[in-house]
């Protein structure tokens, strides 16, 4: 509940300062990450279009499952692989 709270106002600041796309690089992203961003966006909770990367250990999983996720590609997308050596 606190997170989707968090998320609710932070989509209100972002829309505020005319944000209407976000990056999230982090490589930790998985299918359960994507899951989470695809219900916000559904809910309405968060508006600005998202652009995800994932990490290297969850690339191949992503080519194959992130587009049965049923969401408009151009408000969730795959935005590369995020590598850290």
Known sequence: AE???GIA???EK?????????????SSNDRR???????WKT????MPRIGAMVGLQHFAAAEHDLPE????????RFAGVKIIA
């Not at 972002?14 to 982090?26: F, K, N, V």
């Not at 809910?43 to 968060?46: R, V």
């Not at 996720?69 to 969730?76: N, P």
């Open 14 to 26: 972002l829309l505020a300062y005319g944000i209407t796309s976000i990056q999230d690089a982090s």
């Open 33 to 39: 990450r994507w899951e989470q961003f695809a219900a």
């Open 3 to 5: 997170l989707r709270q």
């Open 69 to 76: 996720l049923g969401i408009d590609a151009t408000e969730l």
């Open 9 to 11: 106002l932070a989509n």
């Open 43 to 46: 809910q309405g909770i968060l």
